[in-house]
Nanobody, 118 residues
Framework: QVQLAESGGGLVQAGGSLRLSCSAS????????MGWFRQAPGKEREFVAQ????????EYRDSVKGRFTISRDNAKNSVYLQMDNLKPEDTSVYFC???????????WGRGTQVTVSS
């Protein structure tokens, strides 16, 4: 069982930056693929980014490429999402997720709200 807790959300103006953090209570954290997803009101949850166990493989949705950076620190059982040049359309609840297979996530956090004002 893996428990995930996100932090770092908030209100920011367009063009600003936020850094989300996700802390995991998991043994052998490096065995898990870690991902970030988001869900805006009235919309389905969508993939944002994922990172392999030691960070060698990364994947982003097209709309965040060049603006968002996913990273992890296995010594701290944590994964991060650095979000730069934020846009109003990035406004969502952001969720951290973990899984043992690429693009397949079994464990989810409760989410953190990110609001970008224009």
């Amino acid at each position: 069982q893996v428990q995930l807790a996100e932090s770092g959300g908030g209100l920011v103006q367009a063009g600003g930056s936020l850094r989300l953090s996700c802390s995991a209570s998991a043994r052998f954290f490096s065995r898990y693929i870690m991902g970030w997803f988001r869900q805006a009101p009235g919309k389905e949850r969508e993939f944002v980014a994922q990172i392999s166990g030691y960070g060698g493989s990364l994947e982003y949705r097209d709309s965040v490429k060049g603006r968002f950076t996913i990273s992890r620190d296995n010594a701290k059982n944590s994964v991060y999402l650095q979000m730069d040049n934020l846009k109003p359309e990035d406004t969502s609840v952001y969720f951290c997720a973990a899984g043992v297979r690429w693009a397949h996530f079994e464990y989810w956090g409760r989410g953190t709200q990110v609001t970008v004002s224009s």
